[in-house]
């Protein structure tokens, strides 16, 4: 199994990890149907994707449209006549104490973005999965695994990802459909300088805190998601702090109020 001719699908695709991904799988001569808000970006990456050897549609696309994903999958199948591939990476992030949020709306708009825009492409692409047995590719976040006060809503759009897609994944296994989750640590895409604070406004974020932090480089992580997708892998970690991923779920089990003094001493320290 190899990229070439391979139709994938890749929400959030005009900067960070879905525009590496894009790169990784274009240059592997991947059919590729990019989505995002920011359509002149957007169409850069595409044209970007054809010079590396892919080819590239770019299609304006909110996911917290449900119309917009319609789209996105309608025009993805008028171009390639088929889906092998979803990945639904489209997601924005907060950094507010949630009793400091002007607005408590912000946390339907992050449900909106990070879990609802993954089960509106779902939904519309899924038809095209079954025919093709193709495979679902959802990037979540170690922040689901580990304890993370001031990013109330954005764990909760993720574990709400989690939980969704182990209902669906026992709901398709006899359609040769298949899922990976994957929980990435911090990557260097500026995500997290792009934090929405207690007004809603794109803020600095944790980006002074990572300062100096070793993290993983978008292309790293494009290799690492582009592999495993390939390899249909039902979840993968990435480390955090030097520890192995994996091990975080059981931290979480047997040592929860350690971690979660971690967690409050890294808000605290984040002056929110
Ligand atoms: N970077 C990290 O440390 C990290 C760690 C773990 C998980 N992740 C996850 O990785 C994914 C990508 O993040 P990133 O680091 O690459 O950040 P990024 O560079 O900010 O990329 C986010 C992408 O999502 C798109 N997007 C945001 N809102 C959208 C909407 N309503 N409709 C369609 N597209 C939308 C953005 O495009 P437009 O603005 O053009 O719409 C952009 O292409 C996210 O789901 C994030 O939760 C990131």
């Given at each position: 199994m190899s990229y070439h001719r391979h139709v994938s699908i890749i929400t959030g695709a005009s900067s960070g990890i879905g525009e590496a991904l894009a790169y990784e799988l274009a240059g592997q001569g991947a059919y590729l149907a990019l989505g995002?808000?920011?359509?002149?970006?957007?169409?850069?990456?595409?044209?970007?994707?054809?010079?590396?050897?892919?080819?590239?549609?770019?299609?304006?696309?909110?996911?917290?449209?449900?119309?917009?994903c319609e789209r996105l999958v309608g025009q993805t199948v008028a171009e390639y006549g088929r889906v092998d591939t979803l990945v639904n990476n489209a997601g924005i992030t907060m950094?507010?104490?949630?009793?400091?949020l002007k607005d408590p709306a912000l946390i339907d708009q992050i449900m909106q973005v990070n879990?609802?825009?993954?089960?509106?492409?779902?939904y519309y692409a899924l038809p095209h999965l079954k025919q093709s047995r193709g495979h679902i590719?959802?990037?979540?976040?170690?922040?689901?695994?580990?304890?993370?006060?001031?990013?109330?809503?954005?764990?909760?759009?993720?574990?709400?990802?989690?939980?969704?897609?182990?209902?669906?994944?026992?709901?398709?296994?006899?359609?040769?459909?298949?899922i990976?989750?994957?929980?990435?640590?911090?990557?260097?895409?500026?995500?997290?300088?792009?934090?929405?604070?207690?007004?809603?406004?794109?803020s600095g974020g944790i980006s002074q805190q990572l300062a100096g932090t070793k993290q993983m480089s978008p292309a790293d992580s494009a290799r690492l998601i582009a592999t495993a997708t390939l390899a249909r892998r039902r979840t993968v970690?990435?480390?955090?702090?030097?520890?192995p991923g994996w091990l975080f779920p059981?931290?979480?089990?047997?040592?929860?109020?350690?971690?979660?003094?971690?967690?409050?001493?890294?808000?605290?320290?984040?002056?929110?």
């Open positions: 995002a808000r920011r359509i002149d970006q957007l169409e850069t990456v595409a044209a970007k994707c054809r010079t590396l050897g892919g080819k590239a549609i770019a299609v304006a696309c909110d996911v917290s449209q449900q119309a917009d950094w507010s104490r949630f009793a400091s879990f609802l825009g993954a089960v509106y492409c779902t590719a959802n990037i979540s976040s170690m922040a689901d695994k580990i304890i993370t006060p001031g990013s109330t809503g954005y764990v909760a759009s993720k574990h709400a990802m989690e939980s969704f897609y182990e209902s669906l994944r026992a709901e398709i296994a006899d359609d040769g459909v298949t990976t989750m994957f929980y990435l640590g911090f990557i260097d895409t500026g995500f997290a300088g792009r934090m929405l604070d207690a007004e809603g406004k794109a970690y990435t480390p955090v702090s030097g520890l059981w931290l979480k089990l047997l040592a929860p109020r350690w971690l979660e003094r971690i967690g409050k001493r890294f808000m605290d320290e984040g002056g929110i």
